[in-house]
């Protein structure tokens, strides 16, 4: 049929069906749509810097048993007749990387071969003896990267404030807490006035405080030398050697956990100078400056903040605090007479604690156990295993690589991007066809 009767009238015809429109199928729930908030809290976590860092971590791990089971003469043996016995070769590479990984181990945290626990937990006080001066030369360095600055000169400042404690505490007979506390504070004032030339000068004269800090090195370096040799400043009296006299018993960090151990109280101080230098960054108006200045100076000027007085403040505490660590050196690891060697390559290494602690507080402190474990346990891994200590520097190069640049580490990893949200499904367009 055409049309549809009507009473009384002529046939309707028939209205033509409307064209099917296109039909968004509906999803099964919102869920399925929007990512929740479990999943978003996941991957803000997984794109943090904090697992950034561990992973860097475990990477430079992973490339160092490489090289461990490289280098090893077993296994290169075995590997000579891999194709006929591929097994020894498998298990000389495990052999040599758990051994060396063990006796780091055994030589940073925890030695089960010990008779005692008291013996047997002697290789953590070793590493919070190494990880010491490195924590507070690493705050330094990390207060300084949050104003903009590079504080590449960790070495001079630390062998100033060295060399200041040493005098304070060889030079006069002072009462036990007075006299060690004198000596600390002069440790301070000098890698605080080493540092604080150059914030005067990148405030005054605009010097790039990268070239000043290293040319300081070099002056530190030779002027400490000097000193050293000769009598009358440093040099010990009758001593031709280049080494200070002894410091006073009473200006001697006193041991932490008992003579038996080489940590001392050093140590507390530097637990302290961590919680300050945090309330300082995130508590303080100070700190809000000092960040202002890091993020952008030229908005912070804006904002009414003497970006220069900012340099100026940011390089006296960034050397105070390494001259924390020279007063440690002086005072606690060498008291019997520092020498031009004092600062042992920890200025430089507070770089790199400082990059891998994200220049936080919190981070900057873990990152210093860290280095302190590595530092403990490479010699027993040299001792007990024979293998080269060199091994534990290219594992604190790798970490440093691997921090340095993210995008590798969540290239390998597949870890999402900072700022980024996973995809929402799209949805399916379906067309509905009516059968007539």
Do not use: C
Not at 67 to 88: C, E, M, N
Not at 156 to 164: E, T, V, Y
Not at 299 to 312: D, H, Q, T
Not at 317 to 336: D, E, K, N, R, T
């Amino acid at each position: 049929m055409t049309g549809t009767p009507t009473s009384g009238g002529p046939v309707a015809p028939a209205q033509p069906a409307p064209p099917a429109q296109p039909r968004t199928a509906e999803p099964a729930g919102r869920r399925d749509q929007e990512p929740s908030r479990w999943n978003e809290t996941v991957r803000e976590i997984m794109s943090g810097s904090v697992v950034i860092s561990i992973l860097a971590v475990v990477l430079a791990l992973v490339v160092g048993a490489i090289l461990i089971a490289a280098t090893d003469p077993a296994v290169q043996h075995a590997s000579s007749y891999f194709f006929a016995r591929p097994g020894d070769t498998f298990s000389a590479i495990w052999s040599s990387v758990s051994n060396a990984y063990v006796s780091m181990f055994q030589g940073a945290i925890y030695n089960f071969r010990r008779p005692s626990f008291a013996a047997g937990i002697r290789p953590l006080t070793e590493t919070l003896t190494f990880a010491t001066p490195l924590i507070v030369s690493g705050l330094g360095v990390a207060l300084a990267f949050r104003v903009g600055l590079f504080n590449i000169g960790g070495q001079g400042q630390l062998l100033i404030a060295a060399a200041a404690s040493a005098w304070v505490g060889f030079s006069f007979s002072l009462p036990p807490v007075v006299h060690l506390v004198l000596a600390v504070l002069a440790g301070i004032v000098g890698g605080a006035i080493w540092a604080g030339i150059v914030g005067l000068l990148k405030a005054r004269t605009g010097a790039h405080e990268v070239i000043v800090t290293i040319m300081l090195n070099y002056i530190a370096f030779y002027l400490i030398s000097y000193m050293l040799r000769t009598q009358g400043l440093l040099q010990a009296p009758g001593s031709s050697n280049p080494k200070a006299p002894p410091v006073h018993a009473n200006a001697v960090f006193p041991p932490l956990f008992g003579d038996q151990y080489n940590v001392t109280w050093a140590f507390v101080l530097v637990i302290a100078a961590t919680v300050v230098v945090w309330w300082l960054i995130n508590r303080s108006g100070l700190g809000f400056r000092f960040r202002a200045v890091g993020e952008n100076p030229n908005a912070a000027r804006v904002a009414g903040i003497n970006v220069k007085n900012v340099y100026v403040y940011a390089m006296l505490i960034a050397g105070g605090l390494v001259g924390i660590a020279g007063a440690s050196q002086a005072l606690g690891v060498f008291p019997q007479g520092i020498s031009s060697g004092v600062d042992a390559g920890i200025g430089f290494d507070a770089i790199t604690v400082a990059l891998l602690g994200r220049s936080r507080p919190g981070g900057v402190f873990i990152a210093g156990l860290l280095f302190g474990a590595l530092k403990a346990g490479g010699y027993t891994i040299q001792a007990a295993n024979d293998i080269p200590i060199d091994i534990v520097l290219i594992l604190q190069s790798l970490i440093v690589l691997f921090v340095a640049a993210p995008p590798l580490v969540r290239a390998i990893f597949r870890l999402p991007a900072p700022g980024t949200s996973p995809r929402r499904p799209r949805p399916i367009v379906t067309k509905e066809v009516e059968a007539k």
